[in-house]
């Protein structure tokens, strides 16, 4: 079937792949599918004062009829665990644009942030058939009319895949560890550092001397005093300040412009007094909040690559860290995501030191399928995202 829009003559085009991602980390392709899918009725227009853009990386070609061909870089993927394996379907749309090649090559090239209704002007010989074109491609994905910056879709783009490991083999692993590749310069004249600290320095030094990321974990309750005070010292308020007469708590790790836009979402599974389930931080509070009661140790080994999966089995708690993007986008634009990875680093860095000073252990996970982490967390909205968790408990 097809979308026709005066001048133009859209059809959309779906490439569906289904892959098995089993705990052997066995990778196994399914079947593929083609199909020729229907437009949307009724299509929603696009504001007037919406600045639509071609989605990143997209690629835009003729195909052998003359058509005008877009194809998003975004898969569409739907995640589902099963008892031995889990399915990912991905799904890729292209969209093929016949008729007028012409106006459809200048609507694309005038595509540039420019409102909608300077777009409509500019097409003059086919405006209103140029807004149901661009409704077309936003609702398929080829055209980008949030106005979200790019790091929200670089942050969507890199959402972990199905192959752990980035495809490496074993060995390939343990060559790129221990190759001693890192960044030296002969030629600069070397000057020696002290190894010798000052006393001011020890007891942090001792800290982060003991501090490992284990493979496993031996299981066994947390204690509730210790949970609370890896929460307090690694997450908590540490002073305040006044900014133009308004009180501003100060956390204990830094962040961009004093915005703290990472939010923390621990997930208990065994620690004395608390009742497993997702909670959330308040910081300001110093409490958690009672999120979901039913999400344990199996949602989370069920979001989990098979190969991270065995390291869940004796974790006491899972501290996820999300990021609520528009806090940062609305001051740091376009370089939001990287004030927020830094944030995230900060903050993930406090809680494996303050795991290590009580005697625990702390790991840093990111190897999780995003979408089944957001579910459980219950995120709908792409505004807040998962970006990484600490695991805690005793190796």
């Known amino acids: 079937m097809t979308g026709r829009s005066g001048c133009f003559v859209v059809e959309l085009r779906d490439a569906i792949v289904t892959e098995y991602a089993f705990d052997t980390d066995i990778l196994v392709e399914g079947a593929r599918e083609t199909r020729t899918v229907a437009a949307p009725t009724p299509l929603a227009a696009l504001p007037d004062q919406a600045r639509p853009v071609l989605a990143p990386a997209t690629r835009c070609y003729l195909d052998e009829a003359g058509d ?18 889990t399915a990912i379907r991905r799904t890729r749309r292209e969209i093929a644009i016949a008729g007028d090649a012409a106006a459809a090559w200048r609507l694309l090239r005038l595509l540039d942030g420019r409102p909608v209704a300077k777009l409509v002007e500019a097409m003059a010989d086919c405006g209103e058939e140029a807004r149901r074109l661009l409704a077309m491609l936003a609702e398929a994905g080829a055209v980008d009319a949030s106005g979200r910056p790019y790091g929200r879709f670089l942050h969507t783009a890199s959402h972990v895949g199905v192959l752990p490991n980035g495809g490496l083999s074993a060995d390939a692993i343990l060559d790129l560890v221990t190759d001693g590749g890192y960044r030296t310069y002969p030629d600069a004249p070397m000057v020696p550092v002290a190894t010798a600290l000052p006393p001011a320095l020890d007891a942090l030094h001792a800290v982060i001397r003991r501090r490992r990321s284990p493979f496993a974990f031996a299981g066994g309750p947390l204690a509730r005093a210790d949970f609370d005070g890896l929460l307090t010292a690694a997450c908590g308020i540490t002073g305040e300040v006044s900014l133009g007469g308004r009180p501003l708590q100060l956390r204990a790790y830094p962040s961009g412009g004093g915005l703290y836009a990472v939010e923390v979402y621990p997930m208990v599974f065994d620690v004395a007094g608390l009742d497993p389930g997702v909670y959330h931080y308040r910081a300001g509070a110093s409490a958690l909040e009672l999120l979901d009661p039913g999400v344990g140790r199996e949602a989370m080994l069920a979001a989990a690559l098979p190969s991270q999966r065995p390291i869940l089995d004796g974790v006491a708690a899972m501290i996820c860290l999300t990021g609520v993007f528009p806090r940062f986008e609305r001051k740091y634009g376009e370089g939001s995501n990287r004030v927020l990875a830094a944030e ?9 030191l303050a795991a290590t000073a009580l005697g ?9 399928f ?13 505004e807040e995202q998962f970006l990484l968790a600490v695991l805690i408990g005793r190796a």
């Open 360 to 368: 625990l252990q702390g790991r840093p996970c990111g190897g999780f």
């Open 68 to 85: 005008v061909c877009l194809a998003p870089s975004l898969d569409r993927i739907e995640v589902e665990r099963g008892p031995v394996a």
């Open 344 to 352: 995230a680093g900060h903050l993930a860095q406090n809680l494996l």
């Open 370 to 382: 995003d979408a089944l982490v957001n579910s459980a967390l219950g995120l709908e909205s792409e």
